[in-house]
């Protein structure tokens, strides 16, 4: 069974960036789709971007109204890894980030542990 290892978060200034990394012990062809949730104490659980995977192409990509324009979702076949590039963090995307994946076999989700990312001065 494919699983999701995720790294990259950490503290953060207002303004600073980060990268998130998501590694599949597999092959990330076992998935259809790709994506992010982050959750914030006290809120609900909120999809920040996707991705579809396929053999060639970047991939479809969407995200959430709150990152657009400051977030970037992309994927490396090779490494069979998928990214999170987030620019200009602001304190509001204080949150656990978790990647998931859709797999083909089924349609059920793989999940990563969760990554702290925390924007403050």
């Known amino acids: 069974q494919v699983q999701l290892v995720e790294s990259g978060g950490g503290l953060v200034q207002p303004g600073g960036s980060l990268k998130l990394s998501c590694a599949a012990s597999?092959?990330?062809?076992?998935?259809?789709?790709m994506g992010w949730y982050r959750q914030a104490p006290g809120k609900e659980r909120e999809l920040v971007a996707t991705?579809?995977?396929?053999?060639?192409?970047?991939?479809?990509?969407n995200y959430a109204d709150s990152v657009k324009g400051r977030f970037t979702i992309s994927r490396d076949n090779a490494k069979n890894t998928m990214y999170l590039q987030m620019n200009s963090l602001k304190p509001e995307d204080t949150a656990v980030y978790y990647c998931?994946?859709?797999?083909?076999?089924?349609?059920?989700?793989?999940w990563g542990q969760g990554t702290q990312v925390t924007v403050s001065s």
């Open positions: 998931y994946a859709v797999k083909i076999r089924d349609s059920g989700l793989a």
């Open positions: 597999g092959s990330i062809f076992s998935f259809n789709a």
């Open positions: 991705i579809t995977v396929s053999l060639i192409g970047g991939g479809l990509t």
